[in-house]
């Protein structure tokens, strides 16, 4: 089945460190891949996302480009603040016939950024 | 614009009580799930509906029930609450065209 592999945390950094989390994925078709982001107490929220192969997601410093070759869609920002420090989920979605916009999830990687 | 609206946002149970978590958006989203996330496991899809009157179960369906007999609304049901449905739940509603799927703030349910 489709499943999302993400770096196993926990990660701690210091402000304005280089930051990377892997992500690599399998999956029957051509899924649509995505970064999300939970801040303590809250809820999901979409970071960025790319769909289709070679696109590259970007928001608030976030990048992430999504790889056919390597099955990847790795998350880097050049500079982490302290604000930055949450748990980022890397998912997958496939559309098929009859189907919702589901979202298959990676089990998440808490990124602590110290100042 | 509310989004997506998750009610309550904390609820403790004793074991064998029921409930329902609701769930409303006001984005006019055909597709709706509902999601539980434990530790170490990220997010497990419960049930989803692909529109009015159309549900169907997701990957850890047992022990809950949903319907949806409205755009708006996806209620999700516990019938009779186990500890092992304490976990932290997320409804889901995404667009019939587009992909980005958007998440409510989430209901911290423990059950006792």
């Known amino acids: 089945g489709d499943s999302v592999t993400q770096m196993e945390g926990p990660v701690t950094l210091s402000e304005e460190a280089f930051l990377t989390i892997n992500c690599t994925y399998t999956?029957?078709?051509?899924?649509?891949l995505f970064w999300y982001v939970q801040y303590p107490g809250e809820g999901l929220q979409l970071l960025l996302k790319a769909t289709k192969a070679d696109d590259k997601g970007s928001n608030k410093g976030f990048e992430a480009t999504y790889r056919k070759e390597t099955t990847s869609f790795h998350l880097e920002k050049g500079s982490v603040q302290v604000s930055d420090s949450a748990v980022y989920f890397c998912a997958l979605s496939l559309i098929s016939s009859g189907s919702a916009r589901q979202l298959t999830f990676g089990s998440g990687t808490q990124l602590t950024v110290l100042p | 614009n509310a989004g997506v609206t998750q009610t309550p946002k904390f609820q403790v149970l004793k074991t064998g009580q029921s409930m329902t978590l609701q769930c409303a958006q006001d984005m006019n989203h055909e597709y709706m799930s509902w999601y539980r996330q434990d530790p170490g496991m990220g997010l497990r899809l419960i049930h989803y509906s692909v529109g009015a009157g159309i549900t169907d179960q997701g990957e850890v369906p047992n022990g809950y029930n949903v319907s949806r007999s409205t755009t708006e609304d996806f209620p999700l049901r516990l019938l009779s609450a186990a500890p092992s449905q304490t976990s932290v739940y997320f409804c889901?509603?995404?667009?019939?065209?587009?992909?980005?799927?958007?998440f409510g703030e989430g209901s911290w349910l423990t059950v006792v």
């Open positions: 889901a509603s995404s667009p019939g065209v587009g992909n980005t799927i958007y």
């Open positions: 999956a029957t078709g051509y899924p649509s």
